[in-house]
């Protein structure tokens, strides 16, 4: 980066959007951002995230400095190392891609680093509806103290959504809003403990054991459809609950992945976080 002044310095910021290359900006002098830091700067009057980059990668006229509008902020993640800045610099190069395009692929999860919004969830306000139909008495019977989003109101009742609506509408469920930021809840490895095989727990006391060793040991169970290997799997991955590890669960195909949310949840009594959601 160039040399500080009493007013800031001025650095190449890659912008997470492909319309649009490098551009300047003045990092003010009482803000703190190495090169690769994630900063958010001002393009018109949006904010966008976007990389501090190394001097000489691109050729381009310096804007005069009169011109330059300050970082907003610096995001609150590890900077992009070096070699990981020269890779992007590579690929971006030999595919003749631009950067942003590269760059996105490796910030894939650009959302997380913006700030956190809420949602409008539901629940019983205490208050009867002038029109009492059988499904809204239904509902109103099977939600007493519940709160969640419409779709989960209506799965959770037995009714459709337009009956969850028609019961906000009537002032039966008062909105609520929740932070999206808010924590998952903690898995408990021992919630639902299920009886195993001998052949089973076998094969679960080998993949406990070298959870806890430590290293890595790929194995794989051999079964039909129905013999139980899942849940010879959910002790290891109990297991390593256990001791304070985290557990990385890969899925063949996308089709499997809320059935197997709801098998987390009988068994850990909590729902992992799930990559493909934004």
Do not use: C
Not at 26 to 54: E, T
Not at 60 to 87: C, F, M, S, T, W
Not at 117 to 124: A, C, D, Q
Not at 156 to 166: H, K, L, W, Y
């Amino acid at each position: 980066m160039n040399r500080p002044s009493p007013s800031g310095k001025r650095v190449r910021v890659i912008l997470l959007t492909q319309v649009i290359g490098p551009l300047d900006y003045r990092l003010p002098g009482w803000m703190d951002a190495d090169i690769g830091s994630v900063v958010v700067v001002p393009l018109g009057p949006r904010k966008l995230v976007g990389v501090i980059w190394d001097d000489g990668v691109f050729g381009d006229e310096a804007v005069e400095e009169h011109r330059l509008r300050n970082v907003l902020e610096v995001v609150d993640v590890p900077p992009i190392k070096r070699g990981l800045r020269r890779l992007v610099d590579w690929v971006a190069d030999y595919y003749l891609s631009n950067h942003a395009a590269v760059l996105r692929m490796v910030l894939s999860s650009s959302a997380a680093l913006s700030a956190g919004g809420t949602i409008t969830e539901y629940r019983p306000s205490g208050i009867e509806p002038a029109r009492l139909t059988p499904q809204r008495a239904v509902a109103l019977d099977a939600l007493v103290d519940a709160q969640g989003l419409v779709r989960e109101l209506a799965e959770q009742a037995g009714v459709s959504e337009g009956v969850i609506r028609g019961l906000v509408k009537a002032g039966a469920l008062e909105p609520v809003m929740v932070s999206i930021d808010a924590p998952f809840a903690a898995p408990e490895p021992d919630h639902d403990h299920p009886e195993l095989s001998d052949l089973q727990e076998a094969a679960a006391k080998v993949m406990r054991d070298a959870v806890r060793s430590g290293g890595f040991e790929p194995m794989v169970l051999d079964g039909v459809t129905g013999s139980g290997k899942t849940e010879t799997y959910f002790e290891a991955v109990a297991e390593a609950l256990k001791i304070g590890k985290q557990v990385l669960v890969l899925l063949p195909e996308i089709a499997l992945t809320q059935p197997f949310l709801q098998r987390f949840e009988a068994r850990l009594a909590s729902n992992p976080q799930p990559g493909i959601r934004e």
